[in-house]
């Protein structure tokens, strides 16, 4: 009981810190990168994020699988993180020189001249990232997210800092560039010397084995899910223009950096405290019914509220330039708002040691994506990303499926824990976006909007969905006591 309880008190307190530095970096990005597109136009910021597609594909194939596995094995040595250090640089080395040399193919497929140099000087990203992956792994490993907060922290100031500078004095796609050089750069140094762990010379080929046979399969799920993340965007800008690829990413902006930072949070602390459970189905089962109930009570309302507030939101924060991203916004809101859910059941067979299920799902997953996303290119623009958010939610299913043997908590399970709040959520929503026909100004009618909807879902919540609402205020009141 006391070790239940000291894991349960160290989970909560790894959450905390994690939440506190993902809203915290993602925060200041989010401010700077709101600044960077007054700044600059839809084409710009199309342009970029073509590269970033083609380096965040490159990344997960450096970082997924042995970083996970750092995590997830039982027993880890120091020399494992060494091991994975080297091996992680080779292929980061492996990966940009196929970068570099693709780079004057992939501007000349986008038509995009200045994509050559942009790639080849973007990509150096890839060797500091995948030194974060392991410091990453190390601090999940050992719980210790107050330090990454602090790294992370700094490194977003400075790397902000530096492309708002550039960015007022005419630098254009390179001030953006040059916060994620500078980020991640900084983000590693930083992160040396608040953990104070160092690579040593070494490589042990035998531990490195063991890690590979888990990791691999998270490897291959990962670069599967990293180039069906992105396919819609080399898509649309391929199909379409920079402009549409700009426009989609900015409304993909506000919802993916709420999703995705609570599911980052989850990743990274539940994954080590489920793997510590790991032989006791019973305890996995409750809390992963948890985790599932708690993320879906915070992140339902927050879709449904950016959806409702759209339009107000992309004119107030991004000007009235960019109106076209608030149908994407809307879309996508709704596409994320099943995010943590997909990771909260992942995270459950990765600590189980089933990397083979995982493997098996995403093929499942992006077989049935592929054949959705092939009917429907030739229809235009719209049904396509609709039917992309369909697939979404189908992938619920999909995903929570071998856990009902494993934990005895399938999607049935999962989906009638949820649904009140999901029904909820949506009754705000319709309410929020029913003020906007009132005719207010922008900056009145989100105010108004936003208080109305936090009161409505309380109130709704306490009347007919109170657990949830009760284990949270109970959270922040015994945080408070401490």
């Known amino acids: 009981m006391a070790e239940n309880n000291n894991l349960k008190f160290k989970v909560i307190r790894g959450l905390f810190w994690k939440i506190l530095e993902q809203c915290g970096s993602q925060g200041i990005q989010f401010v700077v990168a709101l600044m960077l ?8 910021y199309g342009t970029i994020s073509l590269i970033t597609i083609f380096i965040a594909i490159a990344n997960t194939f450096i970082q997924s699988g042995f970083a996970t596995a750092l995590v997830q094995g039982k027993d880890v040595q120091e020399e494992d993180y060494s091991s994975v250090f080297w091996v992680s640089m080779l292929l980061s080395a492996v990966c940009y020189s196929v970068l570099f040399m693709a780079a004057p193919w992939i501007a000349d497929y986008y038509r995009t001249l200045v994509l050559r140099e942009l790639v080849r000087v973007m990509g150096v990203v890839l060797f500091p990232g995948a030194v974060v992956s392991i410091q990453t792994a190390f601090v999940a490993r050992n719980l210790r997210f107050q330090q990454l907060f602090q790294s992370t922290m700094a490194a977003v100031i400075i790397s902000g800092g530096v492309s708002i500078a550039l960015a007022m004095r005419g630098f254009g796609v390179w001030a953006m560039a040059a916060q994620q050089i500078v980020y991640y750069f900084s983000l590693m140094l930083v992160m040396f010397i608040t953990l104070r762990w160092y690579p040593g010379i070494i490589i042990h080929t035998g531990r490195l084995r063991q890690l590979f046979s888990f990791g691999w399969k998270i490897l291959v799920s990962g670069i599967i ?7 819609y965007g080399l898509i649309i800008g391929k199909k379409y223009s920079s402009a549409d690829l700009g426009a989609y990413n900015r409304g993909e ?3 993916k950096i709420i999703a995705t930072n609570l599911s980052t949070a989850i990743q990274s602390v539940m994954l080590p405290a ?3 459970k790991q032989d006791d189905p019973g305890t996995l089962r409750r809390m992963a019914s ?12 927050m879709m449904a509220g950016l959806a409702a507030v759209a339009k107000p939101l992309v004119i107030l924060l991004l000007t009235e330039k960019w109106i076209v991203a608030a149908p994407y916004l809307v879309l996508l809101a709704i596409s994320y708002g099943v995010y943590p859910i997909h990771i909260i059941n992942l995270q459950v067979m990765n600590a189980m040691g089933r990397s083979d299920l995982f493997l098996k799902l995403e093929i499942i997953k992006k077989a049935i994506g592929v054949v959705i996303l092939l009917l429907s290119i030739s229809l235009g623009i719209w049904p396509m990303l609709i039917l992309k958010v369909a697939d979404e939610y189908l992938c619920t299913i999909i995903n929570a499926a071998p856990n009902k043997k494993l934990i005895g908590y399938g999607p049935m399970s999962q989906w009638k824990e949820v649904l009140p709040t999901l029904i909820i959520s949506v009754i705000m929503g319709v309410g929020v976006w029913s003020l906007e026909l009132l005719g207010m100004s922008v900056m009145i009618t989100i105010i108004i909007q936003v208080a109305a909807g936090t009161v409505l879902y309380i109130g709704l919540s306490w009347l007919f969905n109170r657990e949830p609402l009760q284990y949270i205020f109970g959270l922040v009141s015994n945080r408070t006591q401490r």
Do not use: C, G, H
């Not at 007054?38 to 710009?44: G, K, Q, V, W, Y």
């Not at 948890?290 to 309302?301: H, T």
């Open 37 to 44: 597109a007054r700044l600059m136009t839809p084409e710009e």
């Open 225 to 231: 899910d990293a180039v069906w993340q992105n396919i």
């Open 253 to 255: 902006q506000f919802p």
């Open 274 to 276: 489920y793997s510590k």
């Open 290 to 301: 948890r985790s599932i109930r708690l993320s879906a009570f915070v992140i339902f309302p």
